[in-house]
């Protein structure tokens, strides 16, 4: 009888059980019946403008950098400047002790006069000269002129043939005379022409001498702030050596490496912006350089982007870049509104309930998939899946299903209920 009753009690268990659950699927619950509902965040979407950009790195340079190396050899025995500091144009530097002292200079100064003097006095002998050789010349043209009017009266018989004796050696000493005048100014000449060698000779050493003096000291070739300086006091350097190196940095410029399938939208003008390590803008310039030419190796083109230096940036700086292709109406989100799934990106979208009870929630969240565009700072252009005016939750996402019931306000933190009671 025992045995008869227990089998009879499983018999009626079952069949209730299986009653239940009959009516359970005959009659599915609303959605979000009788689940409490998650407090969110909510953003409404917005039309704003948005950027087509790109991101590169790169490194700055200035656009103005000069490395000095000494003009001679020698020992550096002053540095008058240090790293950092801002000089002029001309400013001395360094000095190296010259291998011509200053009074090698002084020696060579008198030389050239010494030679100036030998040339006045050459051009002056020369003037001698030449005042002797006409004299000689009007004393030969007198004494031919005294011959032939002599000979004429002596073959018409007026005069004695012995007259013509005298006059012929006058006339021969004459012509010596002027002989000895051309000479001398030929070698007046002579004298003058080796005077102004050797002063070309003494100018030359001169200039030797005070390049020397004047290359010991390295100056600056242009106004800018002094860089490294690698050298001491006592370094023996030659001219391979770089001393320092002058930097002008009002401006720098950045290389960039633009794929040619940008090319067509690559100009002159375009804006630039600099991005700190969480991608925000820090300063912004524009392209000032397109290279007309493809890097083949690359398939690539380098163009150079120019930012005024607020004394923030420092050349050779590796920084990261956007080049702004263009500005246009569009969506932006807050990254913490969008979940990735299977590759995919979705929001949650708030949206009103179906017919639900005074007491229950009015909205619940659904799951929308959308298409991601750039990233601006913390928030992600959608291109397409969001329309202005639409509801997205930011905040509270990681606790939603789609379809469930949400309610405005801050969301739980780990220690709260995740749900309103």
Not at 23 to 46: D, F, T
Not at 401 to 406: L, M, Q, R
Request: aromatic share 2%; with cysteine.
């Amino acid at each position: 009888m025992a045995n008869s009753h227990s089998l009879t009690s499983r018999i009626i268990g079952v069949a209730f059980l299986a009653s239940v659950l009959a009516s359970s699927c005959s009659n599915p619950p609303a959605q979000g019946q009788g689940q409490p509902p998650v407090l969110v965040e909510l953003e409404q979407v917005e039309s704003t403008n948005v950027r087509e950009a790109s991101e590169f790195v790169g490194a700055l340079e200035a656009q103005d950098r000069v490395e000095l190396r000494p003009e001679i050899q020698g020992r550096i025995v002053a540095i008058q400047v240090s790293p950092g500091q801002n000089v002029a144009s001309g400013e001395p530097l360094i000095e190296l002790r010259a291998e011509r002292s200053q009074a090698q200079v002084s020696g060579a100064v008198a030389d050239v006069e010494a030679a100036a003097a030998a040339i006045s006095t050459a051009e002056a002998e020369l003037e001698t000269a030449r005042a002797e050789l006409q004299s000689a010349i009007a004393d030969e043209e007198f004494a031919q002129s005294d011959f032939d009017r002599r000979r004429e009266l002596v073959e018409v018989g007026a005069l004695p043939e012995q007259d013509l004796d005298s006059l012929t050696r006058a006339l021969n000493s004459a012509t010596a005379n002027r002989t000895a005048a051309e000479r001398r100014v030929e070698a007046a000449n002579d004298r003058l022409a080796q005077a102004r060698a050797q002063l070309g000779r003494a100018q030359a050493d001169q200039q030797a001498a005070a390049t020397d003096l004047d290359d010991s000291v390295v100056r600056a070739p242009i106004a800018g702030v002094v860089g490294n300086v690698p050298v001491k006091i006592g370094d023996f350097v030659t001219p391979d050596r770089v001393l320092t190196s002058i930097i002008q940095n009002d401006t720098l410029e950045l290389n960039l490496s633009v794929p040619i399938e940008r090319s067509p939208q690559l100009r002159v003008g375009l804006p630039v912006e600099l991005l700190d390590s969480e991608g925000n803008s820090l300063q912004r310039g524009q392209i000032s350089f397109v290279s007309p030419e493809v890097n083949t190796a690359e398939q690539a083109v380098l163009a150079k982007a120019s930012f005024p230096n607020q004394g923030q940036l420092r050349d050779g700086q590796f920084v990261r870049a956007r080049v702004i292709w263009q500005t246009g109406a569009g969506i932006l989100v807050p990254t913490e509104a969008i979940t990735r799934i299977a590759g995919q990106t979705f929001v949650y979208v708030a949206q009103p309930a179906e017919d639900p009870a005074p007491d229950e929630p009015q909205q619940i969240a659904r799951q929308r998939l959308v298409q991601l565009g750039d990233i601006e700072g913390n928030r992600y252009q959608v291109l397409s899946g969001l329309e202005p005016g639409e509801q997205v939750v930011t905040a509270g996402v990681l606790n939603l299903s789609d379809g469930a019931p949400i309610m405005d306000g801050p969301p739980p933190t780990q220690e709260q209920p995740m749900s309103a009671q």
